[in-house]
């Protein structure tokens, strides 16, 4: 991107972060947001995706103030301006969760990493999975199972033993969350396109709750998931540790 003339310094509530903000507010100025060329969004992954999910236009340029930062920059204060108009600038399209809860209201979000199925209560969850109307899997029985974007395949998928999905590849991860049954699925890569639906089986008895990058509903009677194109966040990296470098990385750690 071009020098930037106009930076927004958002923090989570960490301490850490809220330091850094007074800092390179200091240092650099605060625009506010609707004049800004350029967010800087200090904390960890969880303030990066909650920035995203605001959906202003802009360009996030994430600096490691909180515990988790793969999408994050190490932070450093000196010469951002320079620093941000050399980042690598990564599109990331979101999924589009459609879910209808117990009392039949439909709920609708977007999700940067994943859509989750979660068992909400005792028993293993019983889901019917559905890709593009048709059938795939009679019954799974697990804690549940997850639709994940290439952007977020080292996130929760990855630690049910997901595939890290390639940047740029269209192409969706459905990982099951410890499955009893059948019990040595391996998941399924399907293509961007896919629209997934799930339909809980036996919901009075085994509870499901849907979760969308941490939003949760429940209980859920079903859940419709696909990638939704018309949405692109902008992510801005410093240049050679872009998503695409830190997603192999992972696969050599």
């Known amino acids: 991107m071009n020098r930037p003339n106009h930076i927004h310094f958002a923090a989570s509530s960490a301490p850490s ?44 340029y994430g600096m490691n103030r909180g515990s988790v930062g793969f999408l994050m920059n190490d932070y450093i204060a000196e010469d951002l301006p320079e620093r941000l108009a050399a980042a690598e600038e990564a599109h990331i399209n979101p999924l589009a969760m459609r879910a209808e809860t117990a009392d039949g209201v439909l709920h609708k979000a977007l999700a940067i990493n994943e859509v989750s199925l979660l068992r909400a209560g005792p028993q293993a969850a019983k889901l019917r999975i559905s890709v593009n109307g048709r059938v795939r899997m009679e019954e799974l029985i697990s804690d549940g199972a997850i639709v994940s974007t290439p952007a977020g395949s080292t996130a929760y998928n990855y630690s049910a033993q997901g595939p890290i999905l390639p940047i740029g590849s269209d192409v969706l991860a459905l990982t099951g969350i410890a499955p009893f049954r059948p019990r040595r699925w391996q998941g399924a890569i399907l293509p961007s396109s896919a629209l997934v639906r799930f339909d ?44 695409e470098e830190r997603l192999m990385r992972e696969q050599f750690a």
């Open 17 to 60: 972060a809220q330091k850094a903000r007074a800092e390179l507010a200091r240092l650099y100025g605060q625009a506010p947001v609707e004049h800004a060329d350029v967010i800087v969004a200090l904390g960890g992954d969880g303030f990066m995706l909650h920035c995203l999910h605001a959906d202003r236009g802009l360009p996030v």
């Open 200 to 243: 809980v089986l036996e919901p009075g008895k085994r509870p499901v709750m849907a979760d969308a990058d941490s939003r949760g509903v429940k209980p859920v009677r079903w859940v419709e998931v696909r990638s939704e194109p018309k949405v692109t966040h902008r992510i801005l990296f410093n240049p050679g540790h872009g998503l």
